[in-house]
């Protein structure tokens, strides 16, 4: 066999390996090697291999699933995390609908995600995170996962690998896809449709082609399901001497729907008659929460498992021949998503805002008893404003994108892409519901008027312009004229713009060595990123219960230039076949921080026919974007405890506990606080810092693949990896913020304790500043496993593959400078150890047949160095299980083109880990969906 044959058969051998649905013919001694060009490097190549890792998986294997979108089914690889899936992307403001990829878990800014080799315009103001559903999926020819010196090929914010789509290039005949689903267990359900449809003119030198999708999915509620309904809450032992629990059945029972007050030492709550009586506490409390038979408030009520989701994308392509050897092309995209997401409330928890006088208007007569026996000449009424409805966001995304440019042989040799990209994200944000302050205020500050007896707002000026009394005794009583008097609408857009240009050559066989031809390839690129937010000026001034967010806008621009070089460096030798070099370097002069250097150097080293062996050692360059640089400080909420508590000192150290003693001291904070003021988030605030620095990665790979030739068609792949960043772009967070100002041996003067700001009377926190900073490192390696075997079976084919992927650590640092201070998420939630997803196909005649089983290691819920901190577990419920689930998908090709399918998720009804909800921090790994039934109906001619 000569060294071409080998390394042609190597080229089959890595594709099937990495999912790809068919096996190139391989080359013989008298035949023409086919060039290829090789995700993960620029140089097309004659019977070339992928230089770096590369798993491939086919766009119809991704569609066989009961999701709406591709990144649904993308996020279940054991490579990407599920951090934005589609049912967690209502946890922050104006996320809601999005869908993002994160490789290696480490963050979507440092995933960069390209649609047939280009950048795509992002979807989150200030960053470079691509919304997925904006991916026209009838047209996904393939997804492949990069890693391993991916940012000296394709650019910055390639930190952690790339997620390349690669679009189907013509487009002949017509197709139609109809899809519907419904859960077993609840409400939800789903439905998409597609058509498309492209021709050859011109006698086949051009080919056009459009297509339009729509997709939509039902809300799902976390009470509509048994297991999501039911309420856990923490009981921590003020003492000390028992374990902290979590119990079911639980939650706080000092605020409620109907309104919670304190008199004389006891609770009491308002029915929704507006009578009063004392809080049912139950048999199981503590200073917080009750259990079981008590008045506890179920937070589940207002949460959702999904939201509310539709999606409508338009796509045309056209290319046309414009001589033999250069072939021009134009994209367009146009593309709306909507979402509509709901949560809690306004809330009113030990908030002075809700202090009520004794001379209010409804209060009752058993109430005012009740004050002037405890001698109160006011009470503050711990409530959930639920008269209101729940706080509602609308997303309106529309997203265009214009793609124009001219590839080919352009000299003997040498194959040219030059485009231009252009692309812009609008996104209109609605809050409903939002409760006005002031208006909140004068309402509920209501008095009898002595001249005519009716009730009426106290405050004189209020009650000219309109002021509606609010009785907030008890659920429902809120008259519809004072709910709309103290709540409002309350809207913010943003706009993204990206402008993208370069032009690139290469040449797969510059001149030949003795062990093969030198692949060349170079380039140059300029691209410009603008976003700007505005904020609707009555909430950005605080105005309301809604986040004080504030305008903000930036840009920078950037020119790089790239190139790329192959060089074989050995071959026919023993043990040696084939050994090449890769090398990539970019240099890159943005606007706003300067210059940056990427470069990566690879080895491909075929032992023999059977055995191949691969290495890459990078480094990779990520700018800030613009919301790191220039997003303003706006209004923040963090959920913290206030470590100079004395009930977060009971568990400490005694060392711990002396020094934290000492600075709390210091602080002025007396010796017993003990405030359940932090039960609720404390405010704060959060932005940008134009001071910021590249952060720069370092990443290592090392790798086989294994196609023993005494077995056909088996494949088997491994690749160690490890990325580590420096000076990563990362806040402080705010409780790390508190725990570094009180636990510093060496006092109160630092630089955390001034970012906090306490009441001098209450000694609460009132203020915590949050910026982001290059002061983080982290630390990630881990070890892929790709398997594949197709063997004929019954008269069919059958095929399986197998991903997996062990992670070995995942260290965050929150100060570099600090190694010996880290957190280890490997095997914590959101990181579980092992990961894997295992593929059954079987075809037979016109029947398809699919399986498909996801699983996720057991994983721990706190890392080892935060239980470190305690002497007593830190709760009953320490670990999620192992978990997986299983798919199946089967369809049949009618003969006049019609296919029908039937396909179920979760095929076993595998329930989420006990607490869990499936769309939490790390959580969007479980299904909270349930089992899954869907059909699909296929039209092709």
């Not at 209501?446 to 009785?471: F, M, S």
């Not at 001291?665 to 609720?680: E, N, Q």
Request: proline share 3%; charged share 20%.
């Amino acid at each position: 066999m000569t060294m071409q044959t080998a390394v042609a058969n190597a080229v089959g051998i890595s594709l099937f390996a990495m999912g790809v649905s068919s096996i190139p013919a391989f080359a013989t001694e008298t035949n023409e090697v086919e060039r290829i060009e090789v995700t993960g490097s620029r140089i097309v190549r004659e019977g070339a291999i992928a230089p770096t890792p590369v798993t491939v998986i086919t766009g119809k294997e991704l569609l066989n699933t009961g999701a709406v979108n591709i990144a649904d089914a993308l996020n279940e690889l054991p490579q990407l995390a599920d951090t934005y899936s589609l049912g967690n992307s209502g946890t922050s403001i104006g996320t809601a609908g999005l869908n993002r990829l994160d490789l290696r878990g480490m963050g979507s800014n440092r995933t960069l995600v390209l649609v047939d080799g280009k950048r795509h315009v992002a979807a989150v103001p200030g960053s470079a995170a691509m919304d997925i559903n904006t991916i026209p999926t009838a047209w996904v020819e393939s997804v492949e996962i990069i890693t391993g010196g991916a940012s000296a090929i394709y650019g910055a914010d390639a930190v952690t690998g790339v997620v390349n789509f690669k679009l189907k290039k013509s487009i002949e005949g017509f197709n139609a896809n109809v899809s519907s689903g419904w859960a077993e267990d609840s409400g939800y359900n789903n439905q998409r449709a597609s058509l498309s449809y492209g021709s050859n003119f011109d006698n086949d030198r051009g080919n056009a082609a459009i297509s339009v999708e729509y997709a939509q999915q039902a809300r799902l509620d976390m009470m509509e399901r048994d297991q999501t309904a039911v309420s856990w809450a923490r009981f921590a032992d003020k003492s000390g001497n028992t374990v902290n629990e979590f119990l079911p059945n639980a939650g706080h029972y000092r605020i409620s729907n109907g309104g919670t007050t304190n008199i004389g030492g006891k609770y009491y709550t308002f029915d929704p008659d507006g009578s009063v009586r004392e809080v049912d506490r139950g048999d199981k409390f503590d200073g917080a929460y009750c259990a079981g038979d008590c008045d506890y408030i179920n937070l589940r009520q207002w949460e959702e498992l999904q939201p509310e989701f539709d999606r409508t994308t338009v796509n045309f392509k056209v290319n046309y021949d414009l001589t033999d050897s250069l072939n021009g092309y134009l994209e367009a995209k146009y593309s709306q998503t909507n979402a509509t997401t709901a949560g809690q409330p306004a809330f009113f928890f030990f908030n002075p805002k809700t202090t009520i006088e004794r001379d209010n208007a409804f209060i009752s007569n058993e109430l005012g008893a009740l004050m002037d026996t405890a001698g109160l000449d006011s009470i503050m009424v711990n409530r959930f404003m639920s008269d209101l409805g729940p706080r509602t966001e609308e997303d309106e995304r529309t997203t265009q994108r214009y793609v124009m440019g001219i590839q080919g042989e352009v000299f003997s040799g040498w194959d040219m892409d030059s485009y231009v990209v252009y692309g812009q994200t609008k996104h209109d944000r609605t809050n409903l519901n939002n409760l006005i302050y002031d208006n909140f205020n004068y309402a509920i500050d209501a008095i009898k008027d002595p001249t005519t007896g009716q009730i009426v707002c106290r405050d004189l000026e209020a009650r000219a312009n309109g002021c509606v009394p609010a009785n907030i005794f008890g659920h429902g009583n809120l008259s519809d004229e004072a709910r709309d008097y103290i709540s409002t609408t309350t809207r913010g857009s943003s706009t993204i713009k990206q402008f993208v240009t370069g032009a690139s050559i290469a040449n797969s066989s510059l001149f030949e060595l003795p062990a093969g031809y030198v692949g060349v390839a170079t380039g140059v690129e300029y691209r410009r990123e603008e976003s700007t937010s505005d904020e609707d000026p009555f909430a950005a001034a605080g105005n309301t219960f809604f986040n004080a967010l504030q305008s903000e806008g930036g840009k920078f621009n950037v020119k790089e230039i790239f190139a790329e070089v192959s060089i074989p460096l050995l071959a026919d030798l023993p043990l040696i076949e084939q050994l090449n070099m890769d090398a990539a370097v970019r240099y890159a002069d943005y606007s706003s921080v300067g210059d940056a250097t990427s470069w990566k150097l690879g080895l491909d080293w075929a032992l023999y026919s059977d055995l191949r062996v691969r290495s890459t050692i990078a480094t990779a360059m990520r700018a800030p974007n613009i919301g790191e640089l220039y997003s303003a400080q706006s209004q923040n909420f963090f959920r913290v405890n206030d470590s100079c508590k004395a009930s977060e000192m009971t568990s400490l150290t005694p060392e711990q506990r002396a020094i934290r003693s000492a600075n709390c001291a210091a602080l002025g904070v007396p010796t017993g606080f003990d405030d359940p003021y932090d039960d609720k988030t404390l405010e704060g605030l959060s932005g940008g810092n134009e001071n910021l620095k590249p952060e720069e990665s370092k990443s290592f790979t090392a790798g086989f693949v294994f196609e023993p030739s005494y077995v056909e068609n088996l494949v088997f792949m491994v690749d160690y990896w490890q990325i580590e960043i420096t000076d990563a772009i990362s806040s402080i967070s705010a409780q790390d913020i508190i725990d570094k100002c009180v636990d510093s041996a060496t006092g109160v003067d630092n630089q955390y304790c001034s970012l906090i700001t306490r009441d001098k009377n209450n000694h609460q926190i009132t203020n915590i500043l949050q910026v982001v900073q290059n002061i983080a490192k982290s630390e990630t390696s881990g070890v892929d496993f790709q398997l594949g075997y197709d063997f004929p079976l019954a008269g069919g084919d059958f095929k399986t593959n197998l991903l997996a992927t062990y992670l070995i650590e995942s260290k965050s640092y929150p100060f570099q400078d600090n190694v010996s201070e880290y957190e280890e998420y490997a095997g914590v939630i959101g990181d579980a150890k092992w990961q894997g997803q295992l593929r059954f196909a079987y075809n037979i005649d016109a029947l398809t047949l699919n399986w498909k089983t996801t699983y996720i290691d057991r994983v721990s819920l706190y890392t080892d160095q935060f239980s470190a901190n305690y002497d007593k577990p830190y709760s009953n419920i320490m670990e999620y299980g192992s978990y997986a689930t299983t798919d199946i998908f089967g369809s049949y090709e009618l003969n006049n083109g019609l296919s029908i399918g039937l396909g179920v998720d979760n095929l076993f009804d595998r329930d989420l880990p006990i607490m869990a909800t499936g769309n939490g921090s790390g959580q969007g790994g479980y299904d909270n969906i349930g089992r899954f039934y869907y059909l699909t109906l296929d039209y092709a001619i």
